[in-house]
């Protein structure tokens, strides 16, 4: 990945308070030139289009998270749970901190027009997945986790319920705990993984 300029840092940075702010449906270049007191071929110069800055933001917070990942993962833990825990943490933190991001990856339904910024969607999802099934590997071969599904199905139930709490919290305003929440929805179905019940 190209590495941004100070400006088009600065651009994301005013896409996404815009997008905290206003909502996805009001980025528009109009919109944003006006945010940042720059005319709208200055912006341009910079940025293609909206797709453009929408697929940078996406490229910055992948990059963030595949380095924050491996980080987390690099520890050491007492079980697969305990890593488990703490990816997810680590990612619902993330998310906490810039609500802008979900908005963007949960608007994947506007994307399909754009296949850039599609993959780029589907990319970060598979980051997250990827981690879960190395985890649920881990787990079942350690015996921690049940073998009754496959690490595949394992991975959808995980993933699947972990994003049902990002979107709940997303429609309600962001005024829900995510991290607790989420972690709540996480050790509920950890406690249906385990083999120690």
Do not use: C
């Amino acid at each position: 990945m190209q590495p941004f300029t100070e400006r088009q840092i600065e651009i994301m940075e005013a896409a996404t308070q815009r997008i905290d702010a206003h909502g996805i449906q009001t980025l528009t270049i109009k919109n944003l030139a006006a945010d940042l007191g720059l005319s709208e071929p200055a912006l341009y110069r910079h940025f293609e289009n909206k797709n453009a800055i929408l697929l940078g933001l996406l490229n910055y917070f992948s990059a963030e998270m595949v380095a924050r990942l491996a980080d987390v993962r690099s520890l050491s833990y007492g079980s697969s749970a305990e890593e488990l825990r703490a990816v997810f943490d680590s990612q619902l933190r993330a998310f906490t901190a810039k609500p802008s991001v979900v908005s963007v990856i949960f608007a994947e339904n506007i994307f399909h027009y754009d296949k850039r910024l599609s993959a780029k969607v589907a990319d970060i999802m598979d980051v997250m997945q990827g981690h879960v099934t190395d985890n649920i590997k881990t787990g079942q071969a350690a015996g921690e986790y049940s073998k009754l599904l496959s690490p595949a199905t394992l991975t959808t139930i995980v993933v699947g319920s972990m994003r049902l709490a990002v979107l709940k919290w997303k429609v309600s305003g962001n005024r829900a705990n995510l991290v607790k929440d989420g972690r709540t929805v996480l050790d509920g179905v950890l406690k249906m993984l385990s083999t120690n019940n």
